[in-house]
């Protein structure tokens, strides 16, 4: 049996998905753990380019069974629009099930979103406005509708009710005109209507798979420096991305988790606000954007982009236990004559080696070490003897700085350039 957890090792947008899209040709089931639609991963494949922001990786696997997980906040209507773009291109969906508990992101929460985030003037966070963080406060007040409760209208007018007390108080404040209840119970049973069938205590599934030996991966969504608990607060999202939450999102036991795969890019990009110490605003910050063609896949913003980061892979290897490195993106590096690499964060007369606390790392400066680039094409590169010698340390300092072995090395989009480490 091998459970794996695929996690974000850095501020989100890796390229999970195009690592769990290669893994899942072997896996029994996909379960996404936690997130919404707020960050999509791009996947590239014989059946095209797809960006998949709630729909499983796995998806183009025939054989996978692709869940929903419980710790995931669910837009239905972003769902369905998915599913038709999946099967537009020729895939089946008839593996695609969804955890009955999952919560559901209603219009009040996107609403609210953009309302809040716009309150905060020059503090915001950064939100994709698409009610994460709203759907996850009311996850936590005990005011959310699950996706179970779609199937039951009676049950989902009383939580509704319920929930629209509260949100109409809310949005009075803002100036905002009340919602009417029957106008979002209709809007409600009509999404359980279209994915009824898909809605499923998945908890059956997943025990069956565990305890048949079966290989699963666990794909999570952005990276550990978005954690709720462990990142850039309150510049995070609103769940936990690190391998401590895909145990209780996923709805399998910790000790079930056999290995855990941190992806990282071969720099480093954010979107959103907060502290990100390596961002680059030169001509190099627009050349790592532009070749690696570095914009938000939900939203299409430009992402920031800076040097690797090795203060964070170490900090990010800590809190989730990597016992294998997926590098992403070293293809893009190509054209580069000199590489830099932080290996610490200058904070007055200290030098600091682990990730501070956000008012303090707001400060730091980071102190970089100098690499020579190779200037010579990877892309086409299959075998890691293949790379160039300056490729090799590269590559090998980033294992040395993360702690953990290097097991693949990504040299492109598509599927098929992929380096095996042996």
Same mark, same amino acid.
């Given at each position: 049996?091998?459970?794996?957890?695929?996690?974000?090792?850095?501020?989100?947008?890796?390229?999970?998905?195009?690592?769990?899209? /290669?893994?899942?040709?072997?896996?029994?089931?996909?379960?996404?753990?936690?997130?919404?639609?707020?960050?999509?991963?791009?996947?590239?494949?014989?059946?095209?380019?797809?960006?998949?922001?709630?729909?499983?990786?796995?998806?183009?696997?025939?054989?996978?069974?692709?869940?929903?997980?419980?710790?995931?906040?669910?837009?239905?209507?972003?769902?369905?629009?998915?599913?038709?773009?999946?099967?537009?291109?020729?895939?089946?969906?008839?593996?695609?099930?969804?955890?009955?508990?999952?919560?559901?992101?209603?219009? /009040?929460?996107?609403?609210?979103?953009?309302?809040?985030?716009?309150?905060?003037?020059?503090?915001?966070?950064?939100?994709?406005?698409?009610?994460?963080?709203?759907?996850?406060?009311?996850?936590?007040?005990?005011?959310?509708?699950?996706?179970?409760?779609?199937?039951?209208?009676?049950?989902?007018?009383?939580?509704?009710?319920?929930?629209?007390?509260?949100?109409?108080?809310?949005?009075?404040?803002?100036?905002?005109?009340?919602?009417?209840?029957?106008?979002?119970?209709?809007?409600?049973?009509?999404?359980?209507?279209?994915?009824?069938?898909?809605?499923?205590?998945?908890?059956?599934?997943?025990?069956?798979?565990?305890?048949?030996?079966?290989?699963?991966?666990?794909?999570?969504?952005?990276?550990?420096?978005?954690?709720?608990?462990?990142?850039?607060?309150?510049?995070?999202?609103?769940?936990?991305?690190?391998?401590?939450?895909?145990?209780?999102?996923?709805?399998?036991?910790?000790?079930?988790?056999?290995?855990?795969?941190?992806?990282?890019?071969?720099?480093?990009?954010?979107?959103?606000?907060?502290?990100?110490?390596?961002?680059?605003?030169?001509?190099?910050?627009?050349?790592?954007?532009?070749?690696?063609?570095?914009?938000?896949?939900?939203?299409?913003?430009?992402?920031?982009?800076?040097?690797?980061?090795?203060?964070?892979?170490?900090?990010?290897?800590?809190?989730?236990?990597?016992?294998?490195?997926?590098?992403?993106?070293?293809?893009?590096?190509?054209?580069?004559?000199?590489?830099?690499?932080?290996?610490?964060?200058?904070?007055?007369?200290?030098?600091?080696?682990?990730?501070?606390?956000?008012?303090?790392?707001?400060?730091?400066?980071?102190?970089?070490?100098?690499?020579?680039?190779?200037?010579?094409?990877?892309?086409?590169?299959?075998?890691?003897?293949?790379?160039?010698?300056?490729?090799?340390?590269?590559?090998?300092?980033?294992?040395?700085?993360?702690?953990?072995?290097?097991? /693949?090395?990504?040299?492109?989009?598509?599927?098929?350039?992929?380096?095996?480490?042996?």
């Amino acid at each position: 049996m091998t459970v794996t957890a695929i996690v974000g090792a850095q501020w989100g947008d890796e390229g999970k998905g195009r690592i769990i899209d /290669y893994l899942a040709q072997q896996a029994d089931m996909v379960i996404r753990f936690q997130g919404g639609d707020n960050a999509g991963h791009t996947v590239v494949n014989e059946h095209g380019t797809f960006r998949l922001h709630l729909v499983p990786s796995g998806i183009f696997n025939p054989h996978t069974r692709c869940i929903i997980g419980t710790g995931v906040v669910l837009n239905p209507a972003r769902l369905l629009e998915e599913m038709a773009e999946v099967t537009g291109a020729g895939v089946s969906v008839d593996n695609l099930w969804i955890s009955e508990r999952a919560q559901v992101v209603m219009p /009040y929460h996107m609403l609210l979103d953009g309302l809040e985030e716009g309150a905060r003037g020059n503090a915001q966070i950064g939100t994709t406005k698409r009610g994460i963080g709203p759907a996850y406060a009311d996850k936590a007040a005990r005011l959310g509708i699950r996706a179970g409760d779609l199937l039951r209208p009676g049950w989902l007018r009383a939580r509704l009710e319920l929930a629209l007390a509260q949100k109409n108080r809310t949005l009075a404040d803002f100036g905002q005109a009340a919602l009417r209840l029957d106008v979002l119970l209709e809007q409600a049973v009509g999404w359980g209507k279209a994915l009824g069938p898909r809605i499923i205590d998945t908890l059956p599934a997943v025990q069956e798979a565990v305890r048949g030996g079966r290989h699963i991966l666990l794909e999570g969504q952005l990276g550990v420096m978005r954690d709720l608990d462990w990142g850039t607060y309150p510049y995070v999202t609103s769940s936990n991305p690190i391998a401590g939450g895909a145990s209780a999102g996923a709805g399998l036991p910790p000790a079930a988790i056999t290995e855990v795969i941190g992806v990282v890019k071969a720099y480093c990009t954010a979107v959103g606000a907060g502290p990100f110490p390596v961002e680059l605003h030169d001509e190099n910050g627009a050349r790592l954007r532009e070749v690696g063609q570095e914009y938000g896949a939900t939203t299409g913003r430009p992402r920031r982009c800076g040097w690797f980061d090795g203060v964070a892979i170490g900090y990010a290897t800590w809190l989730n236990g990597f016992t294998g490195l997926a590098v992403t993106k070293l293809d893009v590096l190509d054209g580069f004559p000199e590489l830099r690499v932080c290996t610490g964060y200058q904070h007055g007369s200290e030098i600091l080696t682990c990730v501070p606390d956000t008012a303090v790392y707001e400060q730091v400066t980071p102190v970089y070490e100098t690499w020579p680039g190779w200037q010579t094409s990877t892309e086409n590169v299959r075998r890691w003897e293949d790379l160039p010698a300056a490729a090799q340390a590269y590559l090998r300092r980033i294992e040395e700085l993360a702690g953990a072995p290097l097991r /693949y090395v990504s040299v492109g989009p598509s599927r098929e350039q992929l380096i095996l480490m042996s």
